[in-house]
């Protein structure tokens, strides 16, 4: 199954946003969770985070994306840009 990667990043003005919705985003991948690669916070230099990334199987761009769609980070409107992209591991080696 193809590897996909899901990069968000929070609107500047999301305020208390991410915390509030954090334990309804961590029940979305726990939904998927045998199909993570990696999954994390994106950190500024201070460690505040200021975004998201996601890798896993999905059967195709369109699942990804749905699932990006459903996150209920995105729903919340935490973030001020999503993207996804196809993703090919090169290490460590599979």
């Not at 193809?2 to 954090?22: M, N, Q, V, Y």
Request: hydrophobic share 45%; charged share 30%; no cysteine.
């Amino acid at each position: 199954m193809p590897k996909f990667a899901i990069i968000a990043r929070d609107r500047a003005d999301a305020g208390s946003l991410r915390a509030d919705t954090r334990p309804r985003h961590l029940d979305h991948l726990r939904s998927i969770v045998e199909r993570i690669a990696a999954a994390g916070p994106i950190d500024d230099e201070s460690g505040k985070p200021v975004g998201s990334i996601i890798i896993a199987e999905f059967d195709d761009i369109a699942a990804a994306r749905a699932f990006a769609d459903a996150d209920p980070y995105a729903e919340a409107g935490l973030f001020s840009s999503v993207t996804v992209e196809p993703w090919r591991q090169v290490f460590p080696q599979a």
